[in-house]
């Protein structure tokens, strides 16, 4: 249960982490238009992490969680790998693994699980819309494509805070 509760709190952690990383970046960008170093780069690690957590910590034992946890897994190592062969500007295969994994991971969350899975559920479920009206938006001004990311940061936000201030409950014992 301490193992438990501990991975939950980093993965929390991480998760709020990297959803402040990603709100501040879109603020900075609508403010000044100006992109600061780092903070998009540091999300997807942290969301996998993020992923992690959500799943050991509300979904039981079964297909389901391991699949999560496996994609979760998967999102924060291919991320990683993008970092390292950072090709600024160029496509970079590894942040799409990374990214399609995280995203496949967060509709494996099951929508009535405790909470915040279910926004992590819907985390998923609206990235794909949210970057279509983000480039809708750029079309307008290049800066609006920040709108959807921060309100994705502020959710990351969200589940991460959920997951520090949970207390240490077994999914399995449900």
């Given at each position: ?63 389901r969680r391991t699949a999560a946890l496996t ?8 991320a990683l790998v993008a970092l390292v062969i ?89």
């Amino acid at each position: 249960m301490r193992v438990r509760r501990r991975l939950s709190w980093l993965s929390g952690l991480a998760a709020f982490l990297g959803g402040a990383a990603w709100t501040v970046k879109g603020i900075v960008i609508l403010a000044v238009g100006e992109q600061p170093p780092l903070l998009f780069e540091m999300g997807p690690p942290l969301f996998g992490v993020g992923l992690l957590g959500v799943a050991s910590s509300t979904m039981p034992a079964g297909r389901r969680r391991t699949a999560a946890l496996t994609l979760g897994a998967a999102s924060f190592l291919a991320a990683l790998v993008a970092l390292v062969i950072d090709r600024a500007g160029e496509f970079n295969p590894a942040l799409v693994v990374s990214s399609l994994s995280l995203l496949v991971g967060l509709l494996t969350v099951p929508r009535h699980a405790a909470w915040p899975a279910p926004l992590a559920w819907w985390i998923g479920f609206a990235w794909v819309p949210a970057m279509l009206i983000g480039g809708v938006l750029s079309e307008l001004d290049e800066r609006l494509l920040e709108v959807p990311l921060t309100c994705l940061g502020i959710a990351w936000m969200t589940v991460g805070w959920a997951l520090l201030r949970q207390p240490a409950v077994d999914p399995d014992q449900r």
